[in-house]
C-alpha cells in the first residue's frame, strides 16, 4: 500500500484564538484514494477543510502534505506545494468567463505551463471548452461546480479537497460530479471531501472518517460504514430496529 500524502494529526483549529472549532482531528489520504468526510451539522467538518487549506486559525497539530509539513501555512503556498481546494460557497467568479476563471485558476503558472493546462482542461471537460465565452454568473449548479473543480485542476494538484462538492444540486449531476471525482482518483490524486450527501458520497469513497462535535469518532473504510447500524441511524437516514 502506498504512503499517504496527506497526513493530519490532532488538528486543532478554529476562528477565534482560544476557541477552537476543531478539537485534535487527525485523517490521512493515499494517491487515487477518495477520502469523505462525515458528520453532523457543527461538526467541524468545514472548518477542518479549511485549516487544512490555510483559511482559518491554525492553533496546534500537524499537517503534512506530499512529504512537507505545512502545518499552519497559507492558502497560496500549498497551491504551489500541490494542494487543491474547492470550497462550498464562492468556487467561482461570476462575472468572469469559463476561460477566465480557468486563467485565474493557473495565475501561478508560466504562459507556456497555462497553456497546456487550458488545452488539456478542455479536453478533460468538454462542456467547459464548448462555453468557454459563457460567465460563471450563467451557469447552472453542476456547471459551476465542474468549473471549480477544473480550475483547482489547473495547478495540477497530487491532493484536491472539497467542501460539500454536491450541496443544491440534483440527483443526476450529483452523479456526474461524483464520477468526475472518480475519474480524478483513477488517475491517481487524492481526494479528501466533506459530504453531507454522506450515503452517495460513501459509494464512490475508498474510506471515511465521522467527525462530531469537532473530534474523530470513527475511521473505517467506507463499505463497513455504509453498513454500520450506529452510523446508518445517526448519518445515513436509516433507523434502528425496535426490539
Known amino acids: 500500500m502506498s504512503e ?6 490532532d488538528v486543532v483549529a478554529g476562528y477565534v484564538p482560544g476557541m477552537p472549532i476543531c478539537h485534535g482531528v487527525s485523517i490521512d489520504v493515499r494517491p487515487g484514494e477518495i477520502v469523505t468526510i462525515i458528520g453532523p451539522n457543527g461538526a ?12 482559518v486559525l491554525f492553533e496546534s497539530g500537524t499537517v503534512h502534505c506530499l512529504g512537507q509539513d505545512v502545518s499552519g501555512r497559507p492558502s497560496h503556498e500549498l497551491i504551489q506545494l500541490g494542494l487543491g481546494f ?16 480557468l486563467v485565474m485558476g493557473g495565475h ?8 497546456t493546462r487550458l488545452a488539456r482542461t478542455y479536453e478533460q471537460f468538454p462542456l467547459l471548452a464548448e462555453r468557454r465565452s459563457a460567465t460563471g454568473g450563467v451557469l447552472s449548479g453542476g456547471q ?52 453531507q450527501n454522506a450515503k452517495a458520497a460513501l459509494r464512490i469513497s475508498d474510506r471515511g472518517y465521522v467527525l462530531a462535535e469537532g473530534r474523530n469518532r470513527m475511521a473505517a473504510s467506507a463499505a463497513d460504514l455504509l453498513v454500520d447500524p450506529a452510523v446508518g441511524e445517526a448519518f445515513l437516514g436509516g433507523k434502528r430496529h425496535a426490539r
Open 4 to 9: 499517504p500524502v496527506l497526513i493530519a494529526r
Open 44 to 55: 467541524g467538518k468545514s472548518t477542518f477543510l479549511k485549516a487544512l487549506a490555510g483559511l
Open 86 to 101: 474547492v470550497p462550498q460557497t464562492g468556487n467561482v467568479f461570476t462575472g468572469l468567463t469559463i476561460h477566465e476563471n
Open 108 to 115: 501561478t503558472l508560466s504562459a507556456a505551463e497555462l497553456k
Open 144 to 195: 459551476r461546480q465542474t468549473l471549480a473543480v477544473a480550475r483547482a485542476l489547473m495547478t495540477d494538484p497530487r491532493v484536491i479537497m472539497l467542501d460539500e462538492p454536491t450541496a443544491g444540486l440534483s440527483p443526476r449531476v450529483v452523479g456526474e460530479v461524483f464520477a468526475s471525482l472518480r475519474g480524478l482518483a483513477q488517475e491517481g490524486v487524492a481526494v479528501l471531501m466533506v459530504e
